[in-house]
T-cell receptor, first 110, second 113 residues
Framework: GEDVEQSLFLSVREGDSSVINCTYT??????LYWYKQEPGAGLQLLTYIFSNMDMKQDQRLTVLLNKKDKHLSLRIADTQTGDSAIYFC??????????FGGGTRLMVKP | GAGVSQSPSNKVTEKGKDVELRCDPI?????LYWYRQSLGQGLEFLIYFQGNSAPDKSGLPSDRFSAERTGGSVSTLTIQRTQQEDSAVYLC???????????FGSGTRLTVV
């Protein structure tokens, strides 16, 4: 089955860019997602990308997909303290279940 | 409703008691999922309902855990004879059958004392 891996922790300074990385194993994955979880809350869908795309930009967020290497990244420009949260990567095949990574805890230092 | 609603938001129970957690998905979403998140951990898949198909129960950790979904809408996750290791946040999500990602509820924080 699918396996999704993320690094556990990332620390950046306010105003810098953050890059959160994710790898997955199933090359058939069609949909790839990024979720944000703030303390005490559920997961909030941030953005997603289809496997036929290699980049998607949405305001401060840029998603890059390297299908050959099965590597997904989320770049947050001008990172703010409010971006401090856990970020989860997820991969899936359309109507089927998503497989989630273990989450990357982003800490933004003022 | 506008979002996925879970109740209660917090539940403290004594070891050995049964608990029921409720999830009300977005109207029209045919798929419903339960996940468990222990403190500081990732998501552990529990069970998945898709339309009228038999649920995928492959993630349920023991036979003390069960879930049902009535009328293709509201779902109840039941934990019998709770143990301290059941303490976690239980998250419910729903989705349309094709893509679009999941919409999560805010979760139920279960504490077994």
């Amino acid at each position: 089955g699918e396996d999704v891996e993320q690094s556990l922790f990332l620390s950046v300074r306010e105003g810098d860019s953050s890059v959160i990385n994710c790898t997955y194993t199933d090359s058939s994955s069609t949909y790839l997602y990024w979720y944000k979880q703030e303390p005490g809350a559920g997961l909030q869908l941030l953005t997603y990308i289809f496997s036929n795309m290699d980049m998607k930009q949405d305001q401060r967020l840029t998603v890059l997909l390297n299908k050959k290497d099965k590597h997904l990244s989320l770049r947050i420009a001008d990172t703010q303290t409010g971006d401090s949260a856990i970020y989860f990567c997820a991969a899936g095949l359309g109507g089927n279940m998503l497989t989630f990574g273990g989450g990357t805890r982003l800490m933004v230092k003022p | 409703g506008a979002g996925v609603s879970q109740s209660p938001s917090n539940k403290v129970t004594e070891k050995g008691k049964d608990v029921e957690l409720r999830c009300d998905p977005i109207s029209g979403h045919t798929a419903l999922y339960w996940y468990r998140q222990s403190l500081g951990q990732g998501l552990e898949f529990l069970i998945y309902f898709q339309g009228n198909s038999a649920p995928d129960k492959s993630g349920l950790p023991s036979d003390r855990f069960s879930a049902e979904r009535t009328g293709g809408s509201v779902s109840t996750l039941t934990i019998q004879r709770t143990q301290q290791e059941d303490s976690a946040v239980y998250l419910c999500a729903s989705s349309l059958s094709q893509g679009g990602g999941y919409t999560f509820g805010s979760g139920t924080r279960l504490t077994v004392v």
